[in-house]
């Protein structure tokens, strides 16, 4: 374990900061009981942390005009939520960009079966693979957005997405605007009402540092989903339906208080800026060793500056499989390879005949040592 | 927090056996990456892990006949997939007992309001609060189910319902049946094939005495719900529809590999049995002291045979909340006052007036002398 080195941060950051794990074994020894409405001191201090970890969610997207922090599980949990819980007519149409994750994309195919809303990709530059803002405004006016769904940070390429720009379109035309931070939240600056996002899902476990099983989202304006993912809420008990209000109006089932815990000190230490320096280094470091590679390809975007944390790349003559298990086996690296839960972007990149990319997922742990060791290995492959 | 008397194992068993603690804080540290189809070893480790657990589960109800163990984050969520994974069509009759909980109850609300599905209560006897039995064959005969929800052990009376004749009956017209084992997994003996249940749904923050964030269900026949609550699953990532087979296409999303493996330490130490004597003589032993406390009312169901781990009271003059706060404040003993998210039984229980009831949630690690003290509260009152 202690020599290798682990270059698949997009997929969860590791390790954490040592407190996370203190603070996660203290709270499993003296904290972990059912948070609840509860009639005793400890339920209520685990109640206390909750509230504790939304304010500091909120803190970091500056969150002062009532937004809510949800909590929900997971980054796939929260898309769960608010994309079954919009209420969706047949024909609505829904944008998502080519770099959606399938948490969005999959959840969408759903309600294209069940409930026959059309799903339209916003367009790409071929060349630069950049959003085409020019060609999406054109199809906003021909066929209004009912929902756009956008990922910050893609993460099969590293691409930062005109998120901001694209969601004033839309929200301009009253559609339901919804970012997927997964592989941002913590990591690039967002600024809830500035983002004219609607929804802001953010995986704990990911650019925040937390544990799995603590993400959730940020309730940005209050519209009001159908609670479609019900149980209990410790509040209630006797009414059928979820309790008005956000953000318990979105939370069913015994709160992880454990995850939270964790997630409560991975944003107390948390800091947004200091990270993304040192990611944003490491990742033109680590582009530059590789351009300098023959037979290397890479999936970048043009603007060097659009872009962090995530290098996609394959080696002629060997499927990314291949790379990844020569990576692990001779190496002890650990990497991605496939097409990582992104269904759309892939015939943009053309990475098919090498069965996906080689994906480096970059974090706060990485030193340019361990980028050395990496790009040696690539030459040697 | 050393000198608390935990009485709320009903909604999660607190504390975990001490290797649960030490393992999750292990797996933390070394094993915290995403399992996926991992192409470097830790990843393959925890993807081992994964299926470690489902042989464990799978085991603990003899599934020996193509049984399947799906990982879920909660029972709840469980639930969730399950319920808003059936084919209902408007009209379809879905039978509940009167001691569901929310995380099903709400569910078919949600169903009954955007499908139409029809709910039904299966009817006690009003003395002895059992479940009729002829009296749901005769509605059965009337109005046939698509559905059958039940749980197996009441959170509010500590009923053990008779679960394998209620699903004997629906089961001959081919409705799917949900045992909701939240309750009883890991305590009462399953045998998965003859429970006549079509999904077993488990927690394993509770009886099973893991952490939260690692349940399930198991899914005992085969029966091909629709994967609503869709997301990635590190496999066969360009296809918009979740996987075919059972389990993996209701596993969306990252999973939870640190609870994971605190349900597999859980699972290795677990001692079924030994659980059920142990937590059935305390039990007992609470209910007869209880019992000789003047203004002290209990809701029991009349077999002592048919009863286990919670033991719900009030007390003359006060309200279950006031009840729970003097325990807690005057003995530092921790219940759960109020209604346990349970909507339908207390018509039955009459136990409005006190607003619920004061919940005793027997476990593992309680004494005959916490009763004790208890008991001396109580009557102290």
Known sequence: MNTMIYLDNAATTYPKPDSVYQVMDDANRNLAVNSGRGSYKVAREATELISDVRSKLLELVHGVNGEKAVITTSATNSLQIILHGI??????????????????????????????????????????????????????????????CCTHVSNVTGYILPVKEIFEMSHGCGAVNILDASQSFGLLEIDAKSSNADFIVFAGHKTLYGPFGASGFIDVNGIELESVLAGGTGSNSTNLDMPQESPNRYEAGSTNIIALAGLNEALRVLDQAGNYSHEKELTNYLVDKLRDIDGVTLYLPDDVEKHIGVVSFNVEGYTSEEVGMILDEDYDIAVRTGYHC???????????????????GLGLFNTKYEIDVLVEAVREI
């Open 87 to 148: 209420r969706f007519e047949k024909g609505d149409v829904v944008y998502v960009s080519p770099y959606e994750h399938n948490a969005v994309a999959r959840n969408l195919e759903v309600l294209r079966k069940y409930k026959g809303i059309e799903i339209e990709e916003i367009p790409l530059v071929e060349e630069s693979l950049d959003i085409d803002l020019d060609k999406f405004k054109y199809m906003m006016t021909r066929k209004p957005a009912k929902c756009v």
């Open 342 to 360: 992104a269904p759309y972007i892939h015939k943009y990149i053309k990475d098919k005949d090498t069965l996906g990319t080689v994906r480096i």
